[in-house]
């Protein structure tokens, strides 16, 4: 049994010592139930992967991604500039984050209010570990020959164009990947991005991930990978909604990679 | 008798070039009521871009076949236009076929291949009518999508029906003009049979030579007047994408899709709440009048552009995930509003001398319902589909901010989420203390 460690920034920088890069948790992944379970299993592969990495625990707030797309501009540049100097102080260069809205508001939103990050997906940074051969997730076998669909975020596919990462992490299981009607730029939204996530949807015919889980459940796939909370909660209550949750499973792309390694 | 026809010619093309000019000039002083945005960077991409989207027609070619049909539409128009210079300068001069004596043999050569542009545009045009027409493509429907019921549909068909008109009006002439060849008539210079029109001779068989002359005039004065006719539908048309198609996509936005566009005027605010810096009075930015968009003068000029540029053809609603699953929301929608506002406003600045005097509307409220703005999951999938390169969800996030900052009003969950984020910074009510908390079940 592996010792896992997660070393905070602070005790980093107490013990004089910087890290590789810098664990971007997220306010799902520190407080949603199910998606701290990808929290944790995407710690354990960095682990395995000997990577010096640290979080910055406590001191991480939300990025302001769904203050801004509400329309709240003020609540978002006091969140973001004050993360831009916890940043800085503990002078990050590089992050990796499993969620594709920190992703984007990091990447791409930060550099404007002064934060100037290399910003990297947790999909694009399985890939690399898996292609330098630092985990090996295929050992185990599990979904060898399994039929898995993957539901591209909006955040990560259409906003920063990110569609082959996830998909070559998903081949490294030997899995049995089958696509969906509407993939990559015509993939569609599970229904939480632009803050829908903390509001009931407008009236209409249909919820938005009803309609999606549909559509992956038409593939015939036991397994739907996802590399986003928010597609994580929408896609599971969709699941529940069809009373589909004993035979079909929702899985972020590091509890996959996790569980093929045995990690 | 062409003395009177040349000066009736002049007379027309002159009115047609003021009446346009008049649309051009209101139409490009609605743009210029909106926001200064400087989107001339990187003026290589641009240009790249611009020709591989409305030039090229990339986009078009998502899907083979519509692609293939539109594009002989546009290759026709933009080709076909070269005769028309001829026929102006026959119309000005009284001359027949001026071009003809200038390039000798290769002159039915020419004409033969626009009449094949020509024939190819008719049938396009006529397979797109019975498309329009029929239910097969939901996203035309106007049962379907109330944006398109009564004016829009109509001017969907008008312009196709237009097309189809003048296109049989130049095969027609040609075919006029070839019989009055064969029959020796001294206004017509020899040029051998055309292409295509030569097939349609037979239509002509036993008139009278007076009678052709009548109908190659009749013909050809349809043709000219129509498509002056049609320069100036097209400025009231979603058709004026035909010109805006190359600006508008030359001006895009060239950032990742994801990123939200910034508001330096909060910036120096919020720096002092924070007590980053105290800049001296003098630097701290004045506090704008108004904070995200209300009417069509708080969004940005290429916004403007967008709506002016809009096809309607309803593939960004047809992607939009809150449209597919009945909510009010229709990215075609915002576009064809924020158009229908700038019209008005250009109405009430013609009525008024040149200055819009306020009608007590606005953007938001008037013609964008809040329904609709807080439907948007901000997915990006209406900017990836748009053929022009237009972006609805910018005109939706800054309405948001005006709903959010100005009037402070949005649903009573986003409130909660923002004092969640105030006080615990996060969306969810949680301690922050309890951040780390997730790691103590790593087995340690
Ligand atoms: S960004 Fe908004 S308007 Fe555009 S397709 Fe997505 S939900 Fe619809
Ligand atoms: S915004 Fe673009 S995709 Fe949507 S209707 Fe207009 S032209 Fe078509």
């Given at each position: 049994?592996?010792?896992?460690?997660?070393?905070?920034?602070?005790?980093?920088?107490?013990r004089n010592?910087?890290?590789?890069?810098?664990?971007?948790?997220?306010c799902?992944?520190?407080?949603?139930?199910?998606y701290k379970k990808?929290?944790i299993?995407?710690?354990?592969?960095?682990?395995?992967?000997?990577?010096?990495?640290?979080?910055?625990?406590?001191?991480?707030?939300?990025?302001?991604?769904p203050?801004?797309r509400?329309?709240?501009?003020?609540?978002?540049?006091m969140?973001?500039?004050?993360?831009i100097?916890?940043?800085?102080m503990?002078?990050?260069?590089?992050?990796?984050?499993?969620?594709?809205?920190?992703?984007?508001?990091?990447?791409?939103?930060?550099p404007?209010?002064?934060?100037?990050y290399?910003?990297?997906?947790?999909?694009?940074?399985?890939?690399?570990?898996?292609?330098e051969?630092?985990?090996?997730?295929?050992?185990g076998?599990?979904?060898?020959?399994?039929?898995?669909t993957?539901?591209?975020?909006?955040?990560?596919?259409?906003?920063?164009?990110?569609?082959?990462?996830?998909?070559?992490?998903?081949?490294?299981?030997?899995?049995?990947l089958?696509?969906?009607?509407?993939?990559?730029?015509?993939?569609?939204c599970?229904?939480?991005?632009?803050a829908?996530?903390?509001?009931?949807?407008?009236?209409?015919t249909?919820?938005?991930?009803?309609?999606?889980?549909?559509?992956?459940?038409s593939?015939?796939?036991?397994?739907?990978?996802?590399?986003?909370p928010?597609?994580m909660?929408?896609?599971?209550?969709?699941?529940?909604?069809?009373?589909?949750?004993d035979?079909?499973?929702i899985y972020?792309?590091a509890?996959?990679i996790?569980q093929?390694?045995?990690? | 008798?062409?003395?009177?026809?040349?000066?009736?010619?002049?007379?027309?093309?002159?009115?047609?070039?003021?009446?346009?000019?008049?649309?051009?000039?209101?139409?490009?002083?609605?743009i210029?009521?909106?926001?200064d945005?400087?989107?001339?960077?990187?003026?290589g991409?641009r240009?790249?871009t611009?020709?591989?989207?409305?030039?090229?027609?990339?986009k078009?070619f998502?899907?083979?076949?519509?692609?293939?049909?539109?594009?002989?539409?546009?290759?026709?128009?933009l080709l076909?236009?070269i005769e028309?210079?001829?026929?102006?300068?026959?119309?000005?001069?009284?001359?027949?076929?001026?071009f003809?004596p200038?390039?000798?043999?290769?002159?039915p050569?020419?004409?033969?291949?626009?009449e094949i542009?020509?024939?190819?545009?008719?049938?396009?045009?006529?397979?797109?009518?019975?498309r329009?027409?029929?239910?097969?493509?939901?996203?035309?429907?106007?049962?379907?999508?109330r944006?398109?019921?009564?004016?829009?549909?109509?001017d969907?068909?008008l312009?196709?029906i237009?097309?189809?008109?003048?296109?049989?009006?130049?095969?027609?002439?040609n075919?006029?003009?070839?019989?009055l060849?064969?029959l020796?008539?001294?206004?017509?210079p020899?040029t051998?049979?055309?292409?295509?029109?030569?097939?349609?001779?037979?239509?002509?068989?036993g008139?009278?030579?007076?009678?052709?002359?009548?109908?190659?005039?009749?013909a050809?004065?349809?043709?000219?007047?129509?498509?002056?006719?049609?320069?100036?539908?097209?400025?009231?048309?979603?058709?004026?994408h035909?010109?805006l198609?190359?600006?508008?996509?030359y001006?895009?936005?060239?950032?990742?899709?994801?990123?939200?566009?910034?508001?330096p005027?909060?910036?120096?605010?919020v720096r002092?709440?924070?007590?980053?810096?105290?800049p001296?009075?003098?630097?701290?930015?004045?506090?704008?009048?108004r904070?995200?968009?209300?009417?069509?003068?708080?969004?940005?000029?290429?916004?403007?552009?967008?709506?002016?540029?809009?096809?309607e053809c309803?593939?960004?609603?047809?992607?939009?995930?809150?449209n597919?699953?009945?909510?009010?929301?229709?990215?075609?929608?915002?576009?064809?509003?924020?158009?229908?506002r700038?019209?008005?406003?250009g109405?009430?600045?013609?009525?008024?001398k040149?200055?819009?005097?306020?009608?007590?509307?606005?953007?938001?409220?008037?013609?964008?319902?809040?329904?609709?703005?807080?439907?948007?999951?901000?997915c990006n999938?209406?900017?990836?589909?748009?053929?022009?390169?237009?972006n609805?969800?910018?005109?939706?996030?800054q309405?948001?901010?005006?709903?959010?900052?100005?009037?402070?009003?949005?649903?009573?969950?986003?409130?909660?989420?923002?004092?969640?984020?105030?006080?615990?910074?996060?969306?969810?009510?949680?301690?922050?203390?309890?951040?780390?908390?997730?790691?103590?079940s790593?087995?340690?």
């Amino acid at each position: 049994m592996m010792d896992y460690k997660v070393p905070t920034m602070a005790e980093m920088a107490a013990r004089n010592e910087t890290p590789e890069i810098l664990f971007w948790v997220g306010c799902a992944g520190a407080f949603d139930d199910r998606y701290k379970k990808v929290t944790i299993a995407f710690a354990k592969i960095l682990n395995h992967a000997g990577i010096r990495f640290a979080v910055l625990g406590t001191e991480e707030s939300c990025t302001g991604d769904p203050a801004r797309r509400a329309g709240n501009e003020f609540a978002f540049q006091m969140l973001a500039m004050s993360n831009i100097q916890v940043l800085d102080m503990y002078s990050v260069k590089k992050i990796v984050t499993a969620c594709p809205h920190c992703f984007n508001t990091l990447k791409n939103e930060y550099p404007g209010l002064g934060g100037n990050y290399e910003v990297i997906h947790h999909s694009e940074f399985l890939q690399q570990l898996i292609n330098e051969r630092k985990i090996r997730p295929a050992d185990g076998q599990p979904f060898q020959g399994k039929k898995i669909t993957f539901h591209d975020s909006c955040y990560l596919g259409r906003a920063n164009g990110i569609y082959n990462a996830p998909r070559e992490v998903l081949h490294a299981l030997d899995a049995d990947l089958v696509e969906m009607k509407r993939s990559r730029a015509k993939g569609l939204c599970c229904g939480a991005g632009g803050a829908q996530m903390f509001k009931e949807p407008e009236k209409g015919t249909k919820d938005i991930n009803i309609e999606r889980i549909e559509e992956a459940l038409s593939t015939g796939a036991e397994t739907i990978a996802v590399g986003c909370p928010f597609c994580m909660i929408m896609m599971t209550d969709g699941l529940k909604n069809k009373n589909k949750e004993d035979s079909v499973r929702i899985y972020d792309l590091a509890e996959l990679i996790a569980q093929a390694g045995n990690f | 008798m062409t003395i009177i026809q040349q000066i009736l010619f002049i007379l027309s093309l002159g009115i047609a070039a003021w009446l346009v000019s008049r649309r051009i000039l209101i139409i490009s002083k609605t743009i210029r009521l909106g926001k200064d945005e400087n989107l001339t960077d990187q003026p290589g991409q641009r240009l790249a871009t611009m020709m591989r989207i409305a030039f090229g027609q990339k986009k078009m070619f998502d899907k083979p076949w519509v692609g293939l049909l539109h594009f002989m539409v546009y290759a026709g128009f933009l080709l076909i236009n070269i005769e028309v210079l001829e026929i102006i300068l026959d119309g000005i001069t009284g001359r027949h076929r001026l071009f003809e004596p200038l390039l000798g043999d290769f002159y039915p050569v020419l004409i033969g291949f626009f009449e094949i542009l020509a024939l190819a545009v008719l049938v396009a045009c006529s397979i797109f009518l019975v498309r329009r027409s029929t239910g097969i493509v939901s996203r035309l429907q106007p049962t379907r999508h109330r944006e398109l019921r009564n004016w829009p549909q109509l001017d969907g068909k008008l312009i196709l029906i237009a097309e189809i008109v003048l296109m049989m009006a130049i095969l027609t002439m040609n075919a006029a003009d070839s019989t009055l060849q064969d029959l020796d008539n001294p206004h017509y210079p020899q040029t051998g049979t055309f292409l295509i029109s030569q097939f349609l001779k037979p239509v002509f068989a036993g008139w009278n030579e007076h009678g052709l002359v009548i109908y190659e005039r009749i013909a050809w004065w349809v043709h000219i007047l129509g498509i002056f006719a049609f320069a100036l539908y097209v400025t009231y048309s979603k058709h004026l994408h035909i010109a805006l198609a190359f600006p508008n996509t030359y001006f895009t936005r060239l950032v990742p899709k994801g990123e939200m566009k910034n508001m330096p005027e909060i910036t120096s605010e919020v720096r002092i709440m924070l007590g980053i810096d105290n800049p001296p009075h003098s630097e701290v930015q004045a506090v704008p009048e108004r904070f995200g968009a209300r009417d069509v003068q708080d969004l940005s000029w290429k916004n403007l552009m967008d709506a002016y540029s809009c096809t309607e053809c309803g593939r960004c609603t047809a992607a939009c995930p809150a449209n597919i699953t009945g909510k009010k929301l229709s990215p075609r929608k915002i576009m064809m509003d924020t158009r229908d506002r700038l019209e008005d406003i250009g109405q009430n600045m013609l009525a008024n001398k040149g200055t819009f005097s306020d009608d007590g509307k606005a953007l938001i409220g008037d013609y964008i319902l809040e329904e609709e703005i807080l439907a948007c999951t901000t997915c990006n999938a209406c900017v990836q589909e748009c053929p022009v390169l237009i972006n609805p969800l910018d005109i939706i996030l800054q309405l948001r901010r005006y709903k959010a900052m100005d009037e402070a009003k949005v649903p009573a969950s986003w409130n909660m989420m923002f004092q969640n984020i105030d006080t615990n910074q996060a969306p969810w009510k949680f301690a922050p203390g309890d951040r780390f908390n997730w790691a103590e079940s790593l087995p340690k």
